[in-house]
């Protein structure tokens, strides 16, 4: 089961730095038991009590390097550290695959208009799904309550990270083949992408509420709000790119598809670019 990897990982990490560690917290999709069982995403928060040394993520990578080989023969572990990408150094996939999504920081980072290095109104949806593993709610103390202010300020900067990491995604991998990597890439980038254009139409009080981030996943909410706000096409887009997500061990063998849910995410991309441009205006 695919609950087995955490329960592998969470005490290596633990032992390797019981002192060290001021919080570890589950987060997301996993933590609160809605993932999804095509493209489970495991996401989780560790928060030093000092900056960690290199020594400290070397002895972090071989951890998580066991853990994928530990678990080679029952699945395809992929660490990822979104929006950032990098090539897949494990060989190609032959298993059932797990995404691993860890954020890594330290108590210095707690505050700003960037806590944990990521914008208040992402690190929200991680504080409200929060599961404390180890060490104290570091991750509660975060502040993340946002107005419409805060996020059209900062959505041109994550906006311009998304866009170009998806549009590089296309540029990055043989896709004389169908390409897993790609599709993989594309769901990951297109669900931030969904958030941020559903973000930046919601009002001081949607936004103070929070109560938007339990439609983020649900595909007929995430359709009929971006029909209100964006219009047909690019709702229909919206709803490709959640349908791949728990299409994803079908369609990751037929480029068709795979190129029909990279095409929608980049027409999401373009047409919330224009909808923050119009929104930005004076």
């Known amino acids: 089961m695919v609950t087995s990897i955490p329960n592998y990982l969470f005490p290596q990490i633990i032992t390797a730095f019981k002192t060290k560690i001021g919080c570890l917290a589950l987060v997301g999709s996993f933590a609160t038991g809605n993932y999804s069982p095509q493209h489970p995403d495991i996401n989780f928060v560790l928060i030093f009590n000092r900056p960690p040394t290199g020594r400290d993520y070397l002895r972090l990578g071989r951890i998580f390097s066991r853990t994928v080989h530990h678990f080679d023969r029952q699945f395809d572990i992929r660490f990822e550290y979104r929006p ?25 980072q707690l505050s700003g208009d960037y806590p944990l290095n990521m914008p208040k109104n992402i690190l929200a949806g991680m504080k409200s799904s929060r599961k404390i593993i180890f060490g104290r709610d ?66 001081d009080h949607q936004l103070r509420s929070g109560t938007y981030l339990k439609h983020i996943h649900d595909l007929p909410s995430i359709h009929r709000l971006y029909q209100r706000h964006y219009g047909q096409k690019t709702a229909d887009s919206a709803r490709l790119i959640l349908r791949a997500r728990d299409q994803y061990d079908q369609w990751k063998h037929n480029s068709s598809r795979i190129f029909a849910v990279y095409q929608a995410a980049h027409h999401v991309g373009t047409s919330t670019w224009s909808k923050l441009s119009q929104l930005s205006q004076p």
């Open 84 to 108: 950032f990408k990098f090539p897949p150094p494990y060989g190609p996939k032959r298993n059932f695959e797990v995404f691993i999504n860890p954020v890594i920081a330290d108590i210095s």
């Open 138 to 203: 570091l991750l509660g103390t975060v502040p993340t309550t946002v107005n419409k202010k805060y996020v059209l300020k900062t959505a041109s900067r994550d906006l311009g990270i998304f866009i170009t990491q998806l549009k590089f995604a296309a540029l990055s991998h043989d896709l004389t083949l169908p390409s897993p990597y790609l599709l993989n890439e594309t769901i990951s980038l297109g669900k931030m992408l969904l958030r941020l254009g559903l973000e930046i139409t919601l009002s």
